[in-house]
């Protein structure tokens, strides 16, 4: 059963659509809601604007970008092939927050896919994002889309995001920003490697909202762990979707005694973590999570922008259980902790 959003359907602005669509056409690029974050788009057959993508961001040459796709799309245009595990999964979960990496096809540009034989497709479930797919040249063009922000930085969920993400760069990078609403998922798809599936099996390259025991049970196989030779992939470098603040997890039986003792020292702690905390931890403010996975990772990136505008010294959150459904969560927060291993205990024992 394909992942259908139960929040009302955002407005869709055919005006706005259309422009956008231009925008991209032109070479432009376009920041546009999906329902996973908000992408930085640009037309994935035009390599200058894939260029313009990376000189936008910061981002490496090599780290490939996701190619969106129309509901109508025909995958074989982009696919050098389509193998029988790809249609099994585009038919559960397309549209939504999954993509899978396939063999590319030797007419689509190599700067879209980091010059590798492999190209990364989603078809996102936004009705905005759809909206956009099927103005863009007709419904038969790709948009590249990584996420609207820094290369490294925490992923925009919201249109107001991107444009604090680019701030006065805005006007001479990013050409227009499509605002959708904030976007209901919250943290980037899934992504399967398809691509080798003959000699290695599905393999699950980065977990997020649907889980890999959801894919799996479409499959019939447990997915593989990435080896030396899997390809490279958005978002899974160690040290990704990081505030300026410096974020470190600490154990719930932890959590009073560490807070305490960076107070003691001095230091100013932004504190992610449950409704239980509030008014009860020594803590300069308190950011009150749900308790559901899929309302926490809504939350999280919003949550990390506004703890990196209090001023703090630290943003501590509270570790998460370490199960099959918080994996996707657990993933971006492991990430945007990575750069500060060691800080939590440097602090402790100076």
Known sequence: MNDKSTSPAPHID????MHAARKLEQGGLVAFPTETVYGLGGDAENPAAIAAIYAAKGRPA???????????????????????EARRLIASFWPGPLTLILKRAAHIP???????DSVGLRCPAHPVAQALLREFRGGKGGI??????K????????ADHVREEFGSDADSLVDYVLDGGQ???GIESTIVDLSRVETHGPVLLRPGQISADRIAAVLGVPLATPDATAPRASGTLDAHYAPHTPV??????????????????????????????EGKVSAMVVRAMPASVD??????????????HTGADLIVVESLPATPAWQGVNDRLRRAAFDSQGVLERLLNA
């Open 248 to 277: 470190v997890q600490v154990e719930p039986g932890r959590l009073q005694d560490v807070l305490a003792r960076l107070a003691a020292i001095g230091k100013k702690v932004a504190l992610i973590g449950g409704g239980q905390h």
């Open 183 to 185: 976007s209901e998922v």
């Open 62 to 84: 090599n780290h490939p970008v996701i190619v969106h796709v129309s509901p109508e799309a025909d995958i074989g245009y982009w696919a050098a092939s389509v193998p029988v």
């Open 14 to 17: 055919a005006a706005a659509v």
């Open 110 to 116: 190599d700067a879209v896919a980091g010059g590798q």
């Open 295 to 308: 309302a926490y990772a809504h939350d999280l990136y919003a949550a990390l922008r506004d703890m990196d």
């Open 144 to 149: 590249a889309g990584p996420s609207a922000n």
């Open 151 to 158: 290369f490294g930085h925490v992923s925009p969920t919201t």
